[in-house]
Structure formats: C-alpha cells, structure tokens
C-alpha cells in the first residue's frame, strides 16, 4: 500500500509515552456492543432449561436448536457485516431457495454430476450479490429498495424456470456419500454438518470484523460513508463484495439443504429474511450501521434459535414463539441502546495510574 | 521566485447547471499558511474538495512542485502528500479513537501466516499524537470518538493528518464549534505544522483567527477570487469587508445599530425581565 505511516520517530520520543493497562476495566467490558446480547441469551436459556425440562436439555434437545441456529447463522453473519456496513439484504429469502432449485434441477432433474449442481448454486450466489452491488451503488437507491426488488425478481425467475425446465416447483434430488458428507449428513444422527460450516464461518468473519484491514473499513463505512471515501477506502468494491458475501452465504445454505433434504422447493427460505435481521440486532448490532461484532451475531442467533425450537419442549403453544421473540426483540433494542450510551460517555473517573 | 508547491491555474467547477467556482488561480507555497476567505456559499469547501481529490474541476489545471497532477480520487490526493480535514465529518463516532485514527490507511502486523490490524500500536501512536498537539486528557486509544468533545475530535483529524506526512494540510473551518481555547490549540498546530514546512489552507470565518495564523489571503465572493494579498498589505477593515462579501462592513454595522436604535422602545423590557 503507498499510504503507510510515516513514522517519526524524533517526535514520538520526546511525547509522554501513552499509558494503558491491560486489566479489562470496566469501560472496555461496557465498551463491548454484545454485553446485551450475552444478558438475552443467558435469560432464554434459563428460561427453557426451566420450563423446557430434561429433554430440552438433552443433546437432542441441543441439537434441535444448533442446527437451526447454524442454518440461521450462516447467513446471519454476512447480514451483520452489510447492517455494520450500513446496508441491508433481504434478497437472501430468495436466494436461499434459488440456490437449491439449481442444484436440484441441474443434478437431480437432469443427472449432472453435483459438483456442477454445487458450482452452479454458488455462482448464481456470487452473480446475485454482484448484481445487488452494482445497483445499490450505481443507483444509490437504498439497499432495502434494491434488495426488495431482487427478492420479488429472483422469486419470479426461480418460480418461472423451475416449470418451464422440471415441470414442478418441487424437485427430487439424490447426492452421493462426498457430497452428503460434507454439506447434507447429520453427525450422531442429530447434529447437521452445517454446524461446522457455521463454526468456520464464525472464525472467519471474526477475523475479517476485528483484524483486518477490510474489517475497519465496513465499521467506517457504516459510520460515515463520505468521510470513509474521503479517507481513501475503495468503498464501491467493499460494497460489492460484502453483498456477494450475503448472497453466497445464503446459496451454500440453499445447496446445503437441497443435499440435507434430498429435495428442493420452490418456495422454502422466505424465513430467512426477517430471521436473518433479527439474530443480527438482537446480536447488538446498530441497523443504521457503524456498530457491531460478530460475538454478538452469533448470541443473538443462538438467542433466535433457542427460542424458535425451545419452545416445543414446554407445556406452552408453539404460537407463543413468537410473541417471545418481538419483546425479546424490543428489550434486546433498548438493552444495546443503552450499553452503546454507556460506551460513548464511559471515561475513566479516576487516574489510569490508580488502577 | 521558487516555483510554488501547489499553483492552480483557471479552475472552473459546476454542478449541472449551476457554476459554483469561476477562474480560480491560486498558489501555495511551502511553510506559508494560505488563509482562504469568504462568505457562505461562496466555494471555499467545493475548492478544497478539488484539491483533495473529491471532486474533479470541470476545467483548469493543478501542478504539484511545477508537474501537472490530476487526482482521480481523495486516496490519489493523499498518496501526493495533501491531508484534508473537511468541514463536516471526517471521524467515526463509534468507532475506537486508534481504528479511527487509522482508517483507510490501517496499521497491520505479521501473525503467523497472517496480516492482522495492530490494535495496540495503531491504539498508542494515536494518544501519542493527540498529545503532541496537547490533548492529554486522553489516554486510552480503545475510547469511541463518539465521547470527545468537538475540540478533541478536530485535535484527532489534525494529528491524523500531520502523522502521515501531508505536504499540504487543508483545513476547512477547524475552529468554527470550538471554544476559546480549543481553538487557539488549533491554531498553534497550524503554526508548528507551518514550522515543519508544511503548506497550509486554512479556511476559516474568524477574522482575529485568520490574522492571527495567516501568512497569505484569498478571498472568495460568489466564486470568483476577489482578492489575493500577503500579510500587512491590508487593514483589517479591508479583510472584514472583504469577508462579509465585499460589503462594507461599515455600513453593516450602522444598520445593526439603526435596529438597535429602533428596537430600543421594547427590547429593555424583555432584556430587564429576564
Ligand atoms: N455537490 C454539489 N452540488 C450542487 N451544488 C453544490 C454542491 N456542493 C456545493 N454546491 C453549491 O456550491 C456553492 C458553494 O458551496 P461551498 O460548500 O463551497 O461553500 P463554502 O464557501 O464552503 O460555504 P460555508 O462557509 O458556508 O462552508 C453553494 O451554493 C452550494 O450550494
Ligand atoms: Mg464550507
């Protein structure tokens, strides 16, 4: 890069050297966007292990919940990263089940091998988020705009094509073991492989948000997009790239599940949308952007999905789910507002020194 | 005559149909502070987003050091030395004070087979610069900006600016929220970064300010430079009224005097009540 800093030296020496400690404190726990997040999930998980009895917390119990929370997850963590960017991606309800009525059609429908029906389902992904892209910032109409317009589009395409080629909005497809094993299988008969694409997932957008440098870009951005273009980041291909992020996110889920399934439908994957924005506020991170972690991305899908499955081991209605879900929603909203008030105004009281 | 470190020569600049900057000609030259004047709306902020890469001019050029440059975006204009504090934005509220400081140009380090953003130098040399520009009340780099104050916030771009090595430091109204002595912190960095040989622009409304720091004076009304001198080769009188536009200022102040004469039959009474 030619932007480097230039040190200076001469002048750095004869500066009172900055004092810090490396005792976590008070301000850099509050500082943290998922203490809210951390409060949510600890409170439903009492809440189930209460009400839900033995069976919720059974590995069964466990599994029920992860693996919704990994489907969930998946895409949920691309969602954070264009929330924290300052942009929103509802075309992944769409993608979801596009993506597995390309494989289905393609190595079900017509026999191609599946690891064309893979390729083709993850290309689509990488060719709607460019799509989504290039309008958003070609455009400058906003991302919820365009990205609701590409959610109706794709529906439509993938709805027209699907019986114009197969006939039929629901398609069969059969996999072999490779490809069974590593997106469609489920590990001691409960838990999905999808777990371990989430957990890697995880990893990997963690070190994206928190140490590199396209990390600090997306917090920029979101903060102030004019001000992160004057400072010199390509903010036109961060855009761009963060939207074939989501999309292909939501296609390996779509693949995944098309192989899980042994079938694809037509019109599977609409939940993604709400839920996907859900796991992601409850997960502290701000929807007008500048704001957010992945710890919290993950909390708060693992929040959702607690919620979302552990309701079937009580006695209630599974009807109340939802009801749970909206005010956990709200509370988790004022929770993050308030811990990001404390993290703004928190400055030590006291002398560092002292400490 | 040296050749100046940065001449612009006939700049024109419009938005559509509407013009915003006329024939432009102006130089800055090395350890000078080139105070730029003028009304609201009169293009100081559309000329310095020229120079910083922002916005291309529709016509005219621009030469660095004699050779003619054209920045195709703010990156290209700060990759050829110049730092621009623009007068709105320029730091991330939620943001920490060292990833801020950093931005667009993030400090890494090597970890195993990886690059990784280093939060605790990048965290250190931004107390680091504050303090040399005398903010020391703060000593932790991982603070969110969002919780300094305005003086703090522009003391974090100016020492952003001067850290990466500007030959031109451009500074659109810094002192225009800050307090008296916020202010007068800035105006000392203008005249220890002038004493680095640094070329600066300084933007400002403050006539005691700009007198105060500035070596040369350009004045803009409604586009068009309407004046252009060096220091002592104008009263203050002049500078005020060419500052308010070209008006007399004079005049203007009779007339705030005729309202205050013809307001003094009510307003003791609201005043006295109070
Ligand atoms: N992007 C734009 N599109 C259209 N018109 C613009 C644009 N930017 C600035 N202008 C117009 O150009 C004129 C000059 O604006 P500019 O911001 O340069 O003024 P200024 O001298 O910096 O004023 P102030 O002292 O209030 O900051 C204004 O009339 C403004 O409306
Ligand atoms: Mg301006």
């Not at chain 1, 855009?239 to 899980?260: D, K, R």
């Not at chain 2, 502070?33 to 910083?52: F, M, Q, R, Y």
Request: proline share 3%.
């Amino acid at each position: 890069m030619t932007s480097q800093a230039h040190h200076q030296p001469a002048a750095a020496a004869t500066a009172p050297p900055a004092p810090h400690s490396s005792m976590p404190s008070i301000g850099s726990l509050v500082r943290r966007p998922e203490v809210g997040s951390l409060i949510g999930m600890v409170a439903v998980l009492v809440f189930f292990s209460v009400f839900g009895g033995a069976n919720f917390m059974s590995a069964g119990g466990a599994a029920s919940w992860l693996n919704v929370a990994s489907e969930l997850g998946i895409i949920a963590l691309p969602i954070g990263l264009l929330m924290i960017a300052g942009h929103l991606d509802l075309s992944v309800g769409s993608m979801v089940p596009a993506s597995s009525m390309t494989i289905a059609i393609l190595s079900g429908h017509y026999g191609l091998p599946i690891v064309v029906g893979i390729l083709a389902a993850l290309g689509l992904g990488l060719a709607v988020g460019f799509i989504n892209g290039v309008l958003v910032i070609r455009t400058k109409v906003p991302s919820f705009v365009v990205t609701l317009a590409t959610l109706f589009a794709l529906a439509g395409l993938t709805l027209g094509l699907s019986v114009i080629l197969s006939g039929s909005t629901s398609v069969a497809l059969k996999s072999g073991p490779t490809a069974k094993l590593l997106f469609g299988d489920y590990l001691g008969g409960k838990f999905e492989v999808t777990l371990f694409w989430w957990i890697a997932a995880v990893l990997i957008v963690g070190f994206i948000l928190n140490f590199s440098r396209f990390g600090n870009w997306i917090l920029a951005m979101g903060g102030d997009a004019v001000s992160a273009r004057n400072a010199g980041i390509p903010t036109d291909r961060v855009t761009i790239a963060l939207f074939m992020s989501s999309s292909l996110c939501a296609s390996f889920v779509g693949m995944s599940q098309a192989i899980l399934y042994n079938s694809a439908q037509v019109a599977a994957g609409q939940s993604f949308i709400f839920n996907s924005i859900i796991a992601v506020v409850i997960g502290g991170v701000l929807l007008t952007g500048g704001y957010g972690s992945v710890v919290g991305i993950v909390l708060g899908t693992l929040t959702f999905a607690i919620v979302n499955q552990g309701i079937f081991y009580t006695g209630f209605d599974a009807n109340w789910a939802s009801l749970i879900i909206g005010v956990l929603l709200l509370a988790a909203v004022l929770m993050n507002n308030t811990f990001r008030t404390m993290a703004l105004t928190y400055a030590p009281r006291t002398k560092p020194r002292a400490r | 005559m040296t050749t100046p470190l940065l001449r612009l020569t006939a700049i024109n600049k419009s938005f559509g149909p509407i013009d915003v900057l006329h024939d432009i000609s102006l130089e800055v030259n090395r350890g000078e502070v080139l105070c730029l004047l003028g009304d609201n709306g009169a293009g100081k902020s559309t000329l310095i987003k020229i120079l910083s890469g922002v916005h291309k001019p529709t016509s005219g050029t621009m030469e660095m050091d004699g050779r003619s440059v054209a920045f195709d975006s703010p990156r290209d204009a700060s990759d050829h030395g110049i730092a621009t504090v623009h007068q709105f934005g320029g730091t991330f509220p939620l943001m920490s004070i060292g990833r801020s400081f950093f931005v667009g140009a993030e400090l890494t380090r090597r970890w195993g087979p990886l690059t990784i953003y280093d939060r605790k130098r990048a965290n250190e040399i931004a107390v680091t610069e504050m303090r040399q520009l005398g903010i020391t009340r703060i000593d932790d780099g991982d603070r969110l900006v969002g919780g300094l104050s305005g003086g703090e916030r522009q003391a974090l771009a100016i020492a952003r600016a001067v850290h990466f090595g500007a030959s031109v430091l451009i500074l659109d109204e810094p002192t225009a929220a800050l307090g008296v002595k916020e202010a007068a912190h800035v105006l000392r960095i203008v005249l220890q970064a002038r004493r680095k040989g640094i070329a600066v622009i300084f933007i400002t409304h403050n006539v005691v300010h700009a007198l105060t720091v500035g070596d040369h004076f350009a004045v803009l009304i409604r586009g068009a430079k309407a004046a252009d001198f060096r220091k002592g080769e104008k009263s203050r009188e002049a500078i005020t009224d060419l500052m308010a536009g070209g008006e007399q200022m004079a005049e203007l102040e009779a007339e705030i005097e005729s309202f205050s004469a013809t307001d003094d039959g009510h307003a003791p009474h609201g005043a006295s009540h109070a």
